[in-house]
């Protein structure tokens, strides 16, 4: 993190605007905004600074910059498009350890104006480090698009309510959980309906109605995808934000596990080959014990919670002991991989379904049916196979598969390491021999791995 994102409290405090042009003249919008005292130094004005100027919004010396000008400031910015100004400016301001901002010159800043969403009292702010300000200005306009100007109203209100929610809950996740429901609820519906009266009788209500302390929390069973952060669902990512433990494998990208709630707790439980952090039990027992204390958790999988992700046998616990939860689907490995590497699992004129099987060596042998598995114009899938592939191609092949079968190797799908080695039954063991490839790594068999070249999309990281 290049700048630490901060909000200053400028309500007559004293700030220097140096320039007069239509740069300075939009900072120092800003800054009125936020009900600074602002001084601006520059031989001429704007059209808006002069006007500003008469009705008193700001003062204006007419003048040189001097680095006594800096004295007694709480912000500083440069606008001007002398450079031997704007390096005195920020010489001046940095001996004193005042903010200073030198527009469209970072390395002369110690803080970044970004691109502002004003829902006041919401503000949400976008700072790219000045690396791109048009593309801080493109994500400034899709926020736009999404937070209702209500929000501002909703915020307001909700101000109204802290004394007596505080009075009412002592402890501040009960109050957390209060404010949770009614943010997502009714009362926050009718205000961004224009019904404010409404909505604060149902805060009022609600408020009366609530009760102290849940004595049993809920499990959110959640699929986190293959990898990419954008693949989550909505629904996940909201339930992510609610959630007071975190519980990840790990296929779970770090990622999309700092997508949760920056207070909630983590806990790593993941599994790799030969050596289980925590044993699928104790997962099971785990989930049981936080809910039962009240928490919320969000248990991440990478790729779909019910595919190869052992799901079902979590649940089963939670069901056994009473424990509430819900189920958010991911998309799965298989899905995710073929979609990025451009391998369609069903087509028309090369495949009319699809297998999905574990891959897991067992005592060197992989336990599965193999005549269902050889079969004509179907894909299979592979889980878990990277250890086991010798195996899989020597059996596909035992069982009448071709060995000039396509295969593909999909290493990271989805993510920016993505790799895809492809080959033929074969060779594929030529090729594991002589590349390093690391898990996770699905594995794609079929005559749609042909399709590769022609359709891929991606681009993976050389």
Not at 49 to 66: C, M, N, P, V, Y
Not at 324 to 337: D, H, K, L, R, Y
Not at 385 to 393: A, E, P
Not at 407 to 424: C, D, H, N, R, Y
């Amino acid at each position: 993190m290049d700048f630490f994102p901060i909000f200053m409290n400028l309500q007559q405090r004293n700030c220097l605007i140096v320039g007069g042009g239509e740069v300075a003249t939009r900072k120092a919008s800003l800054l009125l905004d936020a009900h600074a005292q602002l001084v601006v130094i520059a031989p001429e004005l704007t059209a808006t600074l002069s006007g500003w100027l008469k009705d008193g919004k700001i003062s204006h010396e007419a003048r040189a910059f001097t680095a006594a000008d800096v004295d007694g400031k709480s912000l500083i910015i440069a606008a001007t498009d002398d450079e031997a100004i704007n390096q005195a400016v920020h010489t001046a301001a940095t001996a004193k350890n005042i903010p200073v901002n030198v527009v469209d010159n970072p390395e002369l800043c110690t803080f970044i104006v970004p691109s502002i969403v004003d829902r006041s009292p919401v503000i949400a702010a976008i700072s790219t480090g000045g690396a791109s300000p048009v593309l801080a200005r493109m994500i400034r306009s899709r926020l736009e698009s999404l937070l209702p100007s209500a929000y501002g109203r909703l915020a307001k209100m909700t101000a109204g309510f802290r004394d007596r929610v505080k009075q009412r809950f002592e402890n501040p996740k009960d109050r957390r959980l209060f404010w949770e429901r009614v943010l997502e609820g009714p009362a926050a519906e009718m205000v961004f309906a224009g019904r404010d009266s409404d909505a604060e009788t149902e805060i009022s209500k609600s408020l009366a109605e609530a009760e102290q302390g849940d004595k049993i929390g809920e499990v959110y069973l959640i699929g986190a995808g293959p990898g990419d952060p954008d693949l989550l669902t909505f629904r996940a990512l909201r339930l992510m934000q609610q959630a007071d433990v975190v519980v990840h494998d790990r296929l779970v990208s770090q990622q999309i596990i700092d997508l949760a709630r920056r207070d909630a707790e983590r806990i790593y439980v993941g599994k790799e080959r030969d050596n289980h952090a925590v044993p699928q039990e104790d997962i099971n027992h785990l989930l049981v014990r936080l809910a039962k204390e009240g928490k919320r958790v969000c248990r991440l999988k990478g790729g779909d919670p019910f595919i190869f992700g052992r799901g079902g046998e979590e649940i089963d616990t939670l069901v056994e002991e009473g424990v509430s939860f819900q189920v958010v689907p991911g998309i799965t490995a298989a899905s995710g991989a073929a979609s990025y590497t451009g391998i369609p699992l069903t087509h028309r004129d090369y495949s009319q379904s699809v297998v999905f099987a574990t891959g897991h060596l067992k005592n060197g042998m992989i336990d599965i049916n193999w005549p269902g598995l050889v079969q004509p114009n179907q894909t299979l899938v592979f889980y878990m196979g990277l250890v086991g592939i010798k195996v899989i191609c020597k059996e596909l092949m035992a069982h009448g598969m071709s060995p000039d079968m396509p295969i593909a190797l999909v290493q990271k799908a989805t993510t920016p390491e993505q790799k895809l080695f492809t080959g033929s039954l074969a060779n594929m063991h030529e090729i594991v021999d002589r590349e390093d490839i690391k898990p996770p790594t699905l594995i794609i068999v079929g005559e749609v791995v042909k399709l590769h070249k022609k359709l891929n999309w991606y681009s993976e990281k050389s």
